[in-house]
């Protein structure tokens, strides 16, 4: 091995390249052996995910809310619907999927008697950060760069985008050695992209843990649908715009 690689030491053996990809996720083993984990949120939100084989009754994503979270339903093919229940850490006692799926009426009668088709997945703590994105011969790519929270759905977007990003300055950056400092300009590009995506998420966070806010909020974009329309379209426009 010379200066000039990056070696990644696996069961198999060692892997020897001019670069390192970091997309393995949100807890990303590589991010924390690069020293890139930055300070824990003190707030923990937990999620539970399970497929149902059901023809989806919309072709939207449904958010269902309590006061201690959501679920959210997305279609996922013409057949199956997939279910994210998440919750903040220690208000729910014993949050299996029974116990979580009961905590919204309107979506029990939905599925009915609907069979889960897949395996229960788990994911949290979700809000996790890097104090940067890159190290030498590093890049930190997708939910391994950084994670707010699922309720705005924006994950992969947000991973395939910067996967984009880092394709249109991989040429330069391994023109230089993948040092640290070639990679500033992937690293401003995706801060910008993540922008949008972070001013999203938190906001939505906010109205979702205040219920009373919450019932104002959506009763009143209820009776002014064009006002939801434009508030929707400006937080697209924000996300594209940084991308």
Same mark, same amino acid.
């Given at each position: 091995?010379?200066?000039? @690689? $990056? #070696? &990644?030491?696996?069961?198999?053996?060692?892997?020897? !390249?001019?670069?390192? =990809?970091?997309? +393995? /996720?949100?807890?990303?083993?590589?991010?924390?052996?690069?020293?890139?984990?930055?300070?824990?949120?003190?707030?923990?939100?937990?999620?539970?995910?399970?497929?149902?084989?059901?023809?989806?009754?919309?072709?939207?994503?449904?958010?269902?809310?309590?006061?201690?979270? @959501? $679920? #959210? &339903?997305?279609?996922?093919?013409?057949?199956?619907? !997939?279910?994210?229940? =998440?919750?903040? +850490? /220690?208000?729910?006692?014993?949050?299996?999927?029974?116990?979580?799926?009961?905590?919204?009426?309107?979506?029990?009668?939905?599925?009915?008697?609907?069979?889960?088709?897949?395996?229960?997945?788990?994911?949290?703590?979700?809000?996790?950060?890097?104090?940067?994105?890159?190290?030498?011969?590093?890049?930190?790519?997708?939910?391994?760069?950084?994670?707010?929270?699922?309720?705005?759905? +924006? /994950?992969?977007?947000?991973?395939?985008?910067?996967?984009?990003?880092?394709?249109?300055?991989?040429?330069?950056?391994?023109?230089?050695?993948?040092?640290?400092?070639?990679?500033?300009?992937?690293?401003?590009?995706?801060?910008?992209?993540?922008?949008?995506?972070?001013?999203?998420?938190?906001?939505?966070?906010?109205?979702?843990?205040?219920?009373?806010?919450?019932?104002?909020?959506?009763?009143?974009?209820?009776?002014?649908?064009?006002?939801?329309?434009?508030?929707?379209?400006?937080?697209?426009?924000?996300?594209?715009?940084?991308?």
């Amino acid at each position: 091995m010379n200066s000039n @690689e $990056a #070696v &990644v030491a696996t069961t198999q053996g060692k892997i020897f !390249g001019r670069q390192v =990809v970091a997309a +393995d /996720g949100l807890h990303s083993p590589l991010r924390k052996a690069a020293g890139l984990d930055a300070a824990r949120n003190r707030r923990r939100r937990l999620a539970l995910r399970q497929h149902y084989k059901i023809r989806p009754w919309t072709n939207f994503v449904e958010v269902y809310l309590d006061d201690k979270g @959501e $679920a #959210v &339903v997305t279609p996922v093919s013409d057949q199956s619907v !997939g279910i994210n229940f =998440v919750w903040e +850490d /220690g208000v729910i006692e014993q949050p299996t999927i029974p116990i979580l799926k009961a905590r919204f009426p309107g979506l029990l009668a939905r599925l009915g008697d609907a069979p889960p088709i897949s395996s229960i997945r788990g994911a949290g703590p979700m809000a996790r950060a890097a104090t940067r994105r890159n190290s030498d011969r590093l890049v930190l790519v997708g939910d391994a760069a950084g994670f707010v929270d699922s309720i705005s759905g +924006d /994950g992969l977007s947000i991973a395939f985008n910067s996967a984009l990003i880092l394709g249109m300055h991989l040429p330069e950056i391994l023109k230089h050695n993948a040092t640290k400092e070639s990679m500033q300009p992937y690293e401003r590009a995706a801060r910008r992209l993540c922008r949008g995506y972070w001013v999203v998420t938190n906001g939505l966070l906010m109205v979702a843990r205040h219920s009373r806010a919450r019932r104002m909020i959506i009763n009143s974009l209820m009776r002014h649908p064009g006002i939801f329309r434009e508030l929707m379209s400006g937080a697209m426009r924000m996300m594209i715009s940084a991308a």
